[in-house]
């Protein structure tokens, strides 16, 4: 039809506009940044006067030998160590008990839901008071049972523990709708075998529902991994980083360079070093969704 | 036995919550005293929205999202109608150019994107806040998705009656992705509203500052204000999207399980 009202070449032309103010602001804010970034991670920080030069893979030099680095690169292994099994499990857990019924559904799957309504800024504001020490809560109940004060976020050695536990609080549910969404698309005729075969609810979960739900859990986990690099919202009211970099992560690292140092070229290398490591996660989960549809 | 384990956790995930929203309407002696005569009071909104501006970073939220969701609509749409429905020469490469940008969001790059508004002249200003997120790779592909199962013999009767690229867009195909658009938006608009990394960067005055970096200066704890207050003003940040939230729960969780179904 659309051939005879003009053919082909109005066809790309109409195309080609329709996509124009879209592609012009994707090009301005995603790619050229893409590229600047890995330009500037090969030349030094402009200072004083001294213009940008070509430093080829110096920064990168610096960047193997910076001990804060690695410090923040191990800090983000234990953040996805800690955050993202335990979500799973939890929005597991959570999306199972939404699907049955249970008394007082509705009030249930609200508290699960709520925590990923609020913005980490204010998530982080309510357990800030909870791990300050000596007024704040936790230390509160401890001190019923005689326990002493402990500098939750001042202590190298528990201030991971402290982001980890938030962190799962505020993501279990989001990733439990996933589930759900999942959950609700099994087909039915399954669960009616398995109750006239007299299947015990273990069992069936674990060899029929389990399997079913790997896409979706592949799926959550890419992402959950994702955001445990892009999640650093926290670290602005509850440690900066602190005590001595013990609570902090790349994207935050990456910040301070920038903003706090003005090194623009380290900046440029951390951010190339991010972009590749997100580059692998969607590789990832591109293979991933071929097996998604292999499920299907 | 399940069940139980369910209302545990259920109550367990709801106590910070309830526990900020006890702090905020008790006087500030009773932040950690559970006592259930305790007085209630509404002086800590009042000092909250005394100490910090709250009324303006609202309005600088609302303006944001809105400003955000319009651009949005709109050029989502029309990037989303070329993928679907018009073949022109480098379409495969620039839609896969396009979801580059699912992956690697704004804030990962707000060295660069800084330095980009600092040479157009605008940082700390509200369009700023918004430009790298208004062509969302993420709205072109759920709408192309939506555009995509459109019935061709409906544009077609269009065009017969004399419409053109845009009527033909905006009569046929833009109200049945109606469903779609709700959806996305109400993603959008969650994502905006607790948006932080990306404004922190780019605004630097009362004028311009969201509601989330508003709340992180106030609640710094230089500032030396009571938990009691702070808890107030978290509430205060929070209440216009929680409301909304509650009230439109199950739109919101549908939406968020369609924006999953990649």
Redesign the interface.
Known sequence: ??RL?GG?RL??????L??L??????A???????L??LV?SVRSTPRGGQPAVFVGLENYGFMAADPIFWRVMGNNVVFALGTIPASIV?AL??AT?ID?R???RA?????????????????A??????Y?PQ?G?LD?VRALFGAAHHNWLGDPSTVMGCLIVMTV?KEA??FS??Y??ALQHLPPDLKEAAAIEGTPRWTFFRRVTLPLLMPTTL?VLVNAT?NSF?L??QL??LTKGGPDNASNLL?YY??EV??GYND?AY??TL?VL??AI??V??IAQFGL?ERRVHYR | M??A???L???L??L??A??VW?AFHPPEY??RFDLTAPLTLGNFQRAWAVAPFARYIVNTVLLVTMVLAAQF???T??A???AR????G?DL?FA??L??I??????????????LSRLDLVDTVPAIG??Y??S?FG?FLLRQTFKQVPRDLE?AA?VEGAG?LRVLLSVYVPLARPTYLAYGLVSV?YH?????WP??VTNSVETRPI?VG??IF?APETGVS?AV??AG?LL??AP??VA??LF?RQ??QS??RA???
């Open positions: 039809m659309r009202l082909r066809d790309a032309v109409h195309g080609w329709l996509l103010p879209a592609a012009v602001l994707l301005t804010f995603t790619h050229y940044p893409i600047a970034s500037d939890l857990l959570m008990w049955r249970l008394p007082a009030l249930v799957r609200l508290a699960y839901f709520t925590p990923t309504i609020l913005p980490m800024v204010a998530v504001n309510i357990w800030l008071f909870f300050t007024f809560l509160q609080w549910g989001f709708i996933f759900l969404a799926f994702i892009k650093v919202d602005f009211i994207l990456l910040y920038a903003f623009w900046a440029a951010t991010l972009l997100l580059a996660l969607a969704i | 399940e069940n384990a369910a209302l956790l259920a109550v995930w709801i910070p919550l526990y900020a702090a932040a950690t709109v050029l989502c029309l990037a109608y070329a993928f018009f073949a022109f020469p379409r620039a150019l396009v580059v940008q992956l690697i969001v704004p804030e990962v790059l707000l060295v660069e994107n800084y330095t980009t430009l790298p208004m062509a790779a072109i077609e065009q690229v969650s509203w607790n948006n932080f990394l922190l960067v989330t709340l992180g609640a938990w702070i808890s978290t940040s929070v999207l929680l939230f509650l729960q919101f969780v968020f399980m999953g179904i990649k």
